[in-house]
């Protein structure tokens, strides 16, 4: 099958989040499993730096808000990618610094809804072979708000190819106002509660949900919960009415990339064969990456570390609050990676310069910093409110960290408690907690203390998790299987 796969990231080129290594892990997993595939990625200024050998394909003319764009597709080569890489470069729209949604002080692109409108018709252009390439996609693969349109305009063609549209994250809905709606010259009939219209303005993502033939979301229990109020973000009614065409895949992990047992980010290789003293070796250059003074002096004291985005779904609040009492009730150290709101990262400044001996933080986006935190902590904290599914916590599994989480989405269907029951059977890997509360999150935590101090039943974890498949050989069939099924589903 021919494959195009359309994201606004991909790892190692430009990433944000989790969707960033998705977008990278599944054309490749699709490529290895035999398929044709090509990623189309927007030009930002940092990602056109990093290509190798780069080949124009073509002009496009591209409508953007009252006016035109003249566009380039370029074909690139990177070491990562063994299969084609396109590129949509439009200069006026995606060559700046920086995030590729969010201006320096951090706020939206103020242009974000003209950027993602371009790049959609781009996908349109490149569905019908404007650019004469010999190459007509059977699959159109989208993910997330930014391309929530490319559903929509592939609409317009007489005989689109199969549209699947990912929705990792309904929280970024791509809400825009009626006057970008007319700026940018979308279709009038798209302007209604059974298309993109959504609260007087138009969503992207709406539109991802209501033009695909296949909805799909990144875990099988965050599918059943955004067809509910309390997870839908004003979508739940539409996606229930969908659910005929709504389905949950989990995500994978590069087991490549994150392995401990050869990952360049870490000061100490270890494996399911033999922990210590390699992961140890990870705790003392954690402690001191993140500037402790004598790192040694703390390797007998468990270690609780996170990373991630610093937002309310996270729940770094609840780990904020939790800490003053943890650190009084208990001989923790915590370890904190992150960055994202100011008022979360002035609240983690404070906490380490009121406790510079137990808690040790980075405000930042470090790709090393991750793996290292991911290695040399004891115990992973993922409190996240909703979950569409989470890497974070199947990176911590796999370097032996075990998790504590909140019932939800992909966290729910990847952590198993560590209960008497499923301690006895084998199958518990982590702590989970069911009230998204700051008093949840500390009792799962001081459980997961007490069984830390019991080494035996400590290990018997660690390695329940390291076990764990979560390659993405299983995850790119089920796409397959969707890819393949008949016009209709
Ligand atoms: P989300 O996509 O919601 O942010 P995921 O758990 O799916 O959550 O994926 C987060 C990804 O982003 C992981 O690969 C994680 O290591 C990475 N990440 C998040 N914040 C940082 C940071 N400050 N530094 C380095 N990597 C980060
Ligand atoms: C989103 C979600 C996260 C998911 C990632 C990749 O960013 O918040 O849960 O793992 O996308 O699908």
Redesign the pocket.
Known sequence: MKVLFVASEAYPLVKT???G??AYSLPLALHEAGQDVRLLLPGYRDLLRKLESVRILGWLELQGANRIHAARILQAEHAAFPFPLWVLDCPELFDRPGNPYLQPEGFDWADNAERFTVFARSVLELSRDTLQLGWVPDVVHAN?WQTGLVPAFLDTLPQPPKRIF?I??L?YGGHFSPVDFVSLHLPGYWWSAEGAEFYGGFSMLKAGIVYADAVTT??PA?AKEICTPAFGYGLDGLLLSRSYKLSGIL?GIDMDAWNPAADPSLAGFYSLEQIEPGKRLNKTALLKRLGAQDPDSHLAYPLLGTVGRLVE?KGVDLILNAIPELLAQTDARFALVGTGHGYFEQRLRQLAAEHPDRVFIFIGYDEQLAHLLEAGTDLFLMP?RF?????NQMYSLRYGTPPVVFHT??LADTVVDASAANLENRTANGFVFYEPTTSALRGAILRALDCFAQPRIWQQLQLTGMQQDFGWENSARQYLALYDKGETI
């Open positions: 989040g989790g969707l290594d998705v997330d990912t990792h994250n929280a990144v875990s965050y995500n779904q996240s979950e569409p599914c989470g890497l989405g992909g």
